[in-house]
T-cell receptor, first 111, second 114 residues
Framework: GEDVEQSLFLSVREGDSSVINCTYT??????LYWYKQEPGAGLQLLTY???NMDMKQDQRLTVLLNKKDKHLSLRIADTQTGDSAIYFC???????????WGAGTKLIIKP | EAGVAQSPRYKIIEKRQSVAFWCNPI?????LYWYQQILGQGPKLLIQ????????DSQLPKDRFSAERLKGVDSTLKIQPAKLEDSAVYLC????????????FGPGTRLLVL
């Protein structure tokens, strides 16, 4: 189908790791993105991965890409209260030069 | 480096009224995007400009929405007349040049139509 799918909510304890999952639609997508949206704010680019990579690490963030299953994940190590936000997965579709967005996963941090 | 600027941040209007939003992209960014984000959903692309030309406006409701980027820098998005279902956050983004370039977003304009 045309939809990028994400779970709507994820709840984790402060200090634990958060893993946010996403399935996308087009195995030929060249770029896959993770954006963060805090309440009342715009979308902040967190990280992206090029399709010829399996993994990308940037400080507390680890992105894993499984092209065979069209599955993308974002792991946040040592989750902090400041990580509370909605996380959006987006795929770049070469066929129409557009970003296709998931509905976002709301990350809830428990003390 | 200054980010993408948008104004106003909030707007409340009654249905059938008109409203306009303004966006100033990051300096030097050739590509500008307008998105509509309804509560609980991801952004939906309305229109994409490359300099002052339209690349894609296939999802823009052209009977009521219009957008322009006359000098290839700032852009305005207008809704006339507004409907209740237009209540959303309108996001502007820009990217450096090529269509695959990473997009950087402004804070958005939150529109409420009563």
């Amino acid at each position: 189908g045309e939809d990028v799918e994400q779970s709507l909510f994820l709840s984790v304890r402060e200090g634990d790791s958060s893993v946010i999952n996403c399935t996308y639609t087009d195995s030929s997508s060249t770029y896959l993105y993770w954006y963060k949206q805090e309440p009342g704010a715009g979308l902040q680019l967190l990280t992206y991965i090029f399709s010829n990579m399996d993994m990308k690490q940037d400080q507390r963030l680890t992105v894993l890409l499984n092209k065979k299953d069209k599955h993308l994940s974002l792991r946040i190590a040592d989750t902090q209260t400041g990580d509370s936000a909605i996380y959006f997965c987006a795929e770049y579709k070469d066929s129409n030069y557009q970003l296709i967005w998931g509905a976002g996963t709301k990350l809830i941090i428990k003390p | 480096e200054a980010g993408v600027a948008q104004s106003p941040r909030y707007k409340i209007i009654e249905k059938r009224q008109s409203v306009a939003f303004w966006c100033n992209p990051i300096s030097g960014h050739a590509t500008l995007y307008w998105y509509q984000q309804i509560l609980g959903q991801g952004p939906k692309l309305l229109i994409q400009f490359q300099n002052n030309g339209v690349v894609d406006d296939s999802q823009l409701p052209k009977d009521r929405f219009s957008a322009e980027r006359l000098k290839g820098v700032d852009s305005t998005l207008k809704i006339q007349p507004a409907k209740l279902e237009d209540s959303a956050v309108y996001l502007c983004a820009s990217s450096l040049g090529g269509i695959q370039e990473t997009q950087y977003f402004g804070p958005g304009t939150r529109l409420l139509v009563l």
